[in-house]
């Protein structure tokens, strides 16, 4: 009777264990706050907010290739900067180098050809200056016919070698302009499509990082109160301005794309995209980051 009690009170222990692990499981976690940094605090009494994005200097540059094939050559690295003109990447074109190499032997064949008729054509003149009748003016006109011939099947083989060499530099992507490898998504071995209607993402994007731009979104409704001055902040360092200098603006309304989140954001209406540089230094930017904007509403100077 007394090993029977010791495990009725052993059992009662087990369930109400379980039950209190079964109720600590199911409680709501305590969600973990952190308390929020400066808010930027803009230098002006009257101010339009708006978010910009930083991207390079005359925008990105996506890299396609205008033929497909394997890659076998890839000297540039993400990060790595590059000039015009600098190898970017190569595609297997070892078909069309054997090719080529029949096309030169074509040339050489022609050359050889062509010195037939030059010969003939050069005794036939040493004779007639020697002898008016010693060689009619057929047969005269006859070697020069033979001769031109022979000269325009030679510049034929040329032209054809030359479009081939065309062809064959359209397998060596370059750099079209100075700047930033910023994106790769392609590697040595890997196939890759010619890309006519556009790829998506793109093999390769440069641009230049030494003076990023920055593209500004701004409502439709704050259009009537924008002044010119303009300043920036990073979200995750307001306590730094990042003076901007105006360079453009885009003349057609454009939807939404760049959303803050915030509760009072309406995301149906049009934007006005206007582009600064940024000024001061700005190295520490990267492109596609997200700043807050700051522009003095019309009339407004820099608070003092």
Do not use: C
Request: aromatic share 6%; net charge neutral; charged share 20%.
């Amino acid at each position: 009777m007394k090993a029977f009690g010791t495990l009725l009170v052993l059992a009662f222990v087990g369930v109400l264990g379980t039950l209190v692990y079964v109720w600590q499981d199911r409680a709501p976690a305590q969600a973990v706050t952190r308390p929020l940094g400066d808010v930027p605090q803009p230098p002006y009494a009257a101010f339009v907010a708006a978010t910009g994005l930083v991207e390079p200097a005359d925008g990105e540059i996506a890299i396609g290739t205008p033929v497909s094939g394997v890659v076998t050559d890839l000297p540039v690295r993400i990060g790595a900067r590059v000039h015009a003109g600098d190898v970017l990447f190569q595609v297997d074109s070892r078909a069309l180098q054997v090719t080529l190499q029949t096309r030169a032997a074509q040339v050489q064949l022609a050359q050889a050809v062509l010195r037939k008729p030059q010969h003939r054509l050069e005794h036939a003149r040493q004779l007639s200056r020697r002898d008016p009748h010693a060689i009619s003016r057929q047969a005269m006109q006859d070697l020069e016919d033979d001769l031109a011939a022979a000269a325009a099947e030679l510049a034929l083989a040329k032209a054809r070698q030359q479009e081939l060499e065309r062809d064959i530099a359209r397998y060596t992507v370059r750099a079209p302009s100075n700047g930033q490898v910023l994106q790769l998504t392609m590697r040595p071995g890997m196939f890759v499509e010619a890309s006519g209607t556009g790829q998506n993402p793109p093999l390769l994007i440069i641009g230049d990082m030494s003076a990023p731009w920055l593209r500004v979104e701004i409502n439709e409704q704050d259009i009537a109160r924008l002044g010119e001055d303009a300043v920036a902040y990073l979200p995750s360092d307001p306590s730094k301005a990042y003076p901007l200098d105006y360079l453009y603006t885009e003349p057609q309304l454009q939807p939404k794309t760049v959303l803050t989140g915030r509760a009072t954001e309406r995301s149906d209406s049009r934007i006005l995209r206007r582009v600064y540089r940024l000024a001061g230094d700005s190295q520490a930017l990267f492109a596609g980051q997200e700043m807050a904007v700051f522009i003095a509403a019309a009339g407004d100077k820099v608070a003092p």
